[in-house]
């Protein structure tokens, strides 16, 4: 079985400077893994996913993720953030192979400050 | 090219009722995951349909049933209802049931049960 671990439920911080919103897994065979953003009162979008190869992956809106099998990680950075990068985000895995049930993280609830 | 929708986006039912919501599904995609999201929590699977048929279900009771029609929309029914079902519930969309794709997912049915 796999599951997921967002370590932060809230991140403060104040627009234009970093972020990282971290997550770790765990799993005994090959995951795929995956960050989605939820906006208030909307469904959830994909910013990016890792399946193989290069285990650094650029997304949507300026976000990206490194992969770190050794580690079990796969933390969600961006370099400078804006006030509408406010909203819940969500890390997630799956089993390479398998059908799509993806096993969701509790979600970080990033909060940007003028 | 229209996106994932549900109905209804808001209801309101009391311990015992029974309650379907719907969902059609983004143009062109034959698979239909169901996911409860608990207020706070991340989204957890319920179950999948590809073709018509159940093929991935999560650690639900079977008073969570399921149906996809041959337009590849699809209805969640849950009898007997009981105050834990409260949530939000999500519907997504993909293209095939291999889990290197992406979900599309609606706004969600927000349930209370009194």
């Known amino acids: 079985a796999q599951s997921v671990t967002q370590l932060d439920s809230q991140v403060p911080v104040f627009e234009e400077a970093p972020v990282e919103l971290r997550c770790n897994y765990s799993?005994?065979?090959?995951?795929?893994l995956f960050w989605y953003v939820q906006y208030p009162n909307q469904g959830l979008q994909l910013l990016l996913k890792y399946l193989s190869g290069s285990t650094l992956v650029k997304g949507i809106n300026g976000f990206e993720a490194e992969f770190n099998k050794s580690q079990t990680s796969f933390h969600l950075r961006k370099p400078s953030v804006h006030i509408s990068d406010t909203a819940e985000y969500f890390c997630a895995v799956s089993r390479s192979g398998g059908y799509n049930k993806l096993i969701f993280g509790a979600g970080t609830r990033l909060a940007v400050h003028p | 090219e229209t996106g994932v929708t549900q109905s209804p986006t808001h209801l309101i039912k009391t311990r015992g009722q029974q309650v379907t919501l719907r969902c059609s599904s983004q143009s062109g995609h034959n698979t239909v995951s169901w996911y409860q999201q608990a207020l706070g929590q991340g989204p957890q699977f319920i179950f999948q349909?590809?073709?018509?048929?159940?093929?991935g279900r999560g650690n639900f009771p079977p008073r969570f049933s399921g149906l996809q029609f041959p337009n590849y929309s699809s209805e969640l029914n849950v009898n007997a209802l009981e105050l834990d079902d409260s949530a939000l519930y999500l519907c997504?969309?993909?293209?095939?049931?291999?889990?290197?794709?992406?979900?599309?997912f609606g706004e969600g049915s927000r349930l209370t049960v009194l």
């Open positions: 799993s005994s065979v090959s995951v795929y």
């Open positions: 349909y590809y073709r018509e048929e159940e093929n």
């Open positions: 997504a969309s993909s293209l095939d049931t291999a889990n290197t794709g992406e979900l599309f």
